[in-house]
């Protein structure tokens, strides 16, 4: 009996190694993305969004003078359809980096925002797009990402929506 007991868990055992290694291969194939938007205001971070499709965490955090950074933040599963209709925008449209920022008066940053997709390249560190039309397409791209995010967000805080 106990020698029956024996085989039972080692079979158990390797039928669990070889369904968790399936699990692992069929993650990484799978397209994801992550996003990031800061927003400066006197070179000191006022507002960071950011998202992350393998999380599904879409956060927003804002900073108060007397409190320091304030956080909400929402799940925003997106599907591996939603994420490759915004892959599949990238390609068609090919700008030629995925990092996109606005300056103002003597070349002063106020925004920097970054999609990668598969974190195969540190977008962050890539220069940002000169080109508008290059900003231009990066923008249809993240307004892509923002129609599957907002109607989520909206619902759970609708007051930052009012007046707007």
Same mark, same amino acid.
């Given at each position: 009996m106990e020698n029956k007991n024996a085989i039972f868990k080692t079979l158990f055992l390797i039928l669990y190694i070889i369904n968790y290694q399936s699990c692992i291969a069929q993650k990484k194939g799978r397209l994801y993305l992550?996003?990031?938007? $800061? $927003?400066?205001?006197?070179?000191? $971070?006022?507002?960071?969004?950011s998202y992350n499709s393998k999380t599904g965490i879409y956060e927003v955090k804002e900073f108060h003078n007397s409190d320091g950074y304030k956080s909400k933040s929402i799940i925003v599963n997106l599907t591996e *359809?939603?994420?490759k209709e915004i892959y599949d925008l990238y390609l068609? /449209?090919?700008?030629?980096? /995925?990092h996109n920022c606005v300056f103002i008066n003597n070349n002063k940053l106020i925004s920097s925002s970054t999609i990668s997709f598969n974190k195969n390249k540190n977008t962050e560190s890539q220069?940002?797009?000169?080109?508008?039309e290059d900003k231009e397409k990066y923008d249809k791209i993240e307004a892509k990402l923002y129609e599957f995010i907002l109607p989520t967000y909206r619902l *759970?805080?609708?007051n930052d929506f009012v007046g707007k």
């Open positions: 992550t996003y990031k938007d $800061i $927003i400066y205001d006197n070179n000191v $971070i006022d507002q960071i969004k *359809k939603n994420v068609k /449209l090919r700008p030629k980096n /995925l220069p940002c797009n000169i080109d508008w *759970k805080y609708p």
